[in-house]
């Protein structure tokens, strides 16, 4: 027997795997209806090797959405780079619609668990969360801090209203999901240009309340040395040592 066929299935050979199955299973099947088991029968290989590939169920949506993430940087537009901000959003954004194409099924099985379970909507807003950084990043748009957290939130949101629209759509030109991801996307400048107004009336606020952390921390400082100075230790009664 040649190498090739005795060579075993590496782990990230048998995670690509069990990602299939599920999603093969999710066209079907309720999400917690689906048990690793399951996973591991329908594809064909021992429990013992899912187990080496992936640790929960959960663990096979993240594989799923870094797979798609992949999917979406390696098709990026090098002719957008000259574009405006919220054309390259656009266009990263349909792509990923783009890459999602083959698993509507199974992703219309997949929504309607996550408004069952709150506890899944939580992950599956975290794996998101995950997704749409490396989404902004591959549109070039890198807001810190706070700011970059509520914008990062909100694409999340916009977007799954987007995939609902395109998980309804026939048409192959995606036209009522282009123009629903449009409409999010204008409603993100708002929120983001109100955001930018709060945050400028803030600022005087803010700065004022830095200005007295930093006060305080020059007088607690001064006391503290002024404590030192009143400690001589040439005079200072001896301790008994604990026993």
């Known amino acids: ?91 990263v954004l349909m792509s990923r619609l783009d890459m999602l194409s083959p698993y509507r099924k199974a992703l219309k099985n997949l929504k309607n668990s996550m408004r069952r379970d709150p506890s899944l ?37 916009s977007f799954a209203r987007v995939v609902d629209v395109f998980l309804d759509e026939d048409d192959p030109g995606l036209p009522r999901t282009m123009a629903a991801l449009d409409r999010e996307l204008d409603r ?11 945050e400028r009336m803030a600022k005087p606020f803010v700065d004022g309340l830095c200005r007295l952390a930093e006060r305080r921390q020059r007088r607690r400082a001064k006391r503290q040395e002024e404590a030192d100075g009143e400690a001589d230790p040439g005079t200072a009664e001896p301790v008994a040592p604990l026993t």
């Open 121 to 157: 909507a939580l992950a599956l807003n975290r794996i998101a969360l995950r997704s749409h950084g490396w989404m902004l990043s591959a549109a070039g748009i890198e807001v810190p801090g706070i700011k970059g957290a509520i914008l990062l939130q909100g694409l999340a949101i």
């Open 1 to 91: 027997m040649s190498a090739a066929k005795s060579a075993k299935p590496t782990a990230p050979d048998l995670r690509e795997q069990a990602v299939d199955t599920l999603f093969r299973l999710l066209e079907t099947h309720d999400f917690k209806d689906i048990s690793l088991p399951d996973v591991a029968r329908e594809a064909g290989m021992r429990l013992s090797e899912l187990r080496s590939a992936v640790g929960s169920k959960l663990e096979i949506l993240e594989a799923f959405a870094a797979r798609i993430d992949g999917k979406v940087l390696d098709d990026l537009d090098e002719d957008m780079g000259d574009q405006p901000a919220r054309d390259r959003l656009f266009d």
């Open 188 to 198: 993100g400048e708002g929120w983001m240009q109100r955001l930018d107004g709060v």
